[in-house]
């Protein structure tokens, strides 16, 4: 898991970070975890909850470059996929959101669940 790697300031951040995502403080968590991501690019973790704590403070382009990075890093990250279809429709996007939503079905069967009403 990710926060076997952190040390320091960077822990606490990604702590902080995790508490204000469960209180729904969605802008203060990005706040806290751009740094993170900034430091550790190659985890996927951090970023995947940047992206969604952008998406939940409408911060949609934010979550868009997020979430296309996390797709390629990690290309079977259905989750990612979702959101990303998810982000683009949000943005008025739903023909190129329907290629996100494909993709994440494929991946993981059904695209019903909204990453607006998922856990965590």
């Known amino acids: 898991m990710f926060h076997e790697y952190l040390a320091g300031e960077t822990a606490e951040q990604w702590r902080w970070a995790g508490l204000y995502f469960d209180a729904k403080e969605y802008a203060e968590a990005a706040k806290l975890l751009a740094p993170v991501v900034e430091q550790h690019p190659e985890q996927v973790g951090p970023r995947l909850l940047?992206?969604?704590a952008?998406?939940?403070s409408a911060q949609l382009g934010r979550a868009e470059e997020q979430l296309r990075?996390?797709?390629t890093r990690d290309p079977v990250e259905q989750y990612?996929?979702?959101m990303l279809g998810r982000t683009?429709?949000?943005q008025g996007r739903p023909a190129e959101a329907a290629r996100?939503?494909?993709l994440a079905e494929a991946l993981?069967?059904?695209a019903g669940q909204?990453?607006?009403t998922a856990g965590g």
Do not use: I
């Open 50 to 52: 940047l992206a969604r």
């Open 54 to 56: 952008y998406y939940h």
């Open 69 to 71: 990075e996390v797709v």
């Open 80 to 82: 990612a996929h979702l």
């Open 88 to 90: 683009l429709e949000r």
């Open 100 to 102: 996100w939503l494909r």
């Open 108 to 110: 993981d069967g059904p």
């Open 114 to 116: 909204d990453p607006a």
